[in-house]
């Protein structure tokens, strides 16, 4: 485990970034700049303190990952079940628990002024979570729809008005060219950071048991084949999506915010492949061709 100290550099917390903004006196363009560079510092000071880090998009399953990994852990060190992983969270009840840093890479270059800050996530194992770049999309557009707020739709820099699930997913700042860049960029990684390690979403709901067993090895732990059993077990998509119904987790991001509302959920369809229900043959054929043209083939999608 590294040395959990807090460097001097990282001088801003997420109480800090909501107590200290308020008091600057900036227009609305300069407290959002702002607000995302201090974002983007606490991620490198979060980079500088991890023993592991994973990686995602948006919508790529990694509060499922989440749900799997806090299972592990809460059973193993009989943590409180509604205590999820969420940097050091759980390594401050058990410090044998590593600490490990949820990413989606979409704050650091805005402290760094550089987009490819490869040698910063070289101090720690990299999981690279991936996800078919149509499935993101589309499951983006409803968490943008249904439970984004407009602060953080500013600060993401989407739209506030209304547009069409189409329209969403082909917009080049933050639809599906976005997305294939994110992932054309971090596949770049591949080959030349030895501690980036891929997974993909579609193989991990094939056979979750072999790709879950491989991830807690990167993390530094021996699974035994009756905890990855019992992790597989509580972590279906039915009873994750009974548990948000229900308020269980004690989680605000990952419950419902309109249980009449299915495209509200959290854990809202987890099928792969999805994205087709949602356009028409033509559309689809488009998508299909975006996708085919640009994104790096190294995925297998």
Not at 77 to 104: A, G
Not at 143 to 149: E, F, G, L, Q, T
Not at 261 to 289: C, H, L, M, T
Request: proline share 5%.
């Amino acid at each position: 485990m590294k040395n959990k100290m807090k460097p001097a550099s990282l001088t801003f917390t997420k109480f800090t970034r909501k107590k200290l903004l308020p008091c600057f006196p900036l227009s609305s363009k300069q407290r959002l700049e702002t607000e995302r560079r201090l974002r983007g510092k606490e991620d490198y000071g979060k980079l500088l303190l991890s023993d592991a880090v994973i990686v995602s998009h948006e919508k790529s399953g990694r509060t499922w990952l989440r749900v799997m990994l806090s299972r592990f852990y809460q059973q193993r060190y009989r943590l409180p079940e509604r205590k999820l992983l969420n940097f050091d969270r759980l390594h401050r009840l058990e410090p044998r628990v590593p600490v490990i840093f949820f990413t989606h890479d979409r704050q650091l270059g805005h402290y760094t002024g550089n987009w490819n800050n490869e040698e910063l996530y070289r101090t720690a194992p990299v999981i690279l979570l991936v996800r078919d770049p149509r499935d993101v999309a589309v499951s983006f557009y409803f968490d943008w729809k249904y439970r984004m707020s407009d602060h953080n739709r500013k600060l993401y820099f989407l739209p506030l008005d209304n547009i069409s699930i189409y329209n969403f997913i082909m917009q080049s700042e933050f639809g599906l060219p976005a997305i294939i860049a994110f992932m054309n960029r971090w596949h770049g990684y591949i080959g030349r950071m030895e501690n980036l390690h891929l997974f993909r979403y579609e193989d991990l709901r094939a056979d979750t048991a072999s790709e879950l067993e491989k991830i807690l090895r990167i993390l530094g732990t021996d699974p035994q084949q009756e905890e990855i059993e019992d992790i597989v077990a509580y972590a279906e998509f039915e009873k994750m999506k009974q548990r948000e119904l229900s308020g269980e987790t004690g989680d605000s991001r990952i419950c419902a915010t309109d249980p009449d509302n299915p495209d509200s959920f959290k854990a809202r369809r987890a099928k792969v492949g999805g994205y087709r229900d949602y356009f028409s043959k033509d559309e689809i054929r488009r998508i299909d061709e975006l996708v085919g043209a640009t994104l790096n083939p190294g995925y297998g999608y």
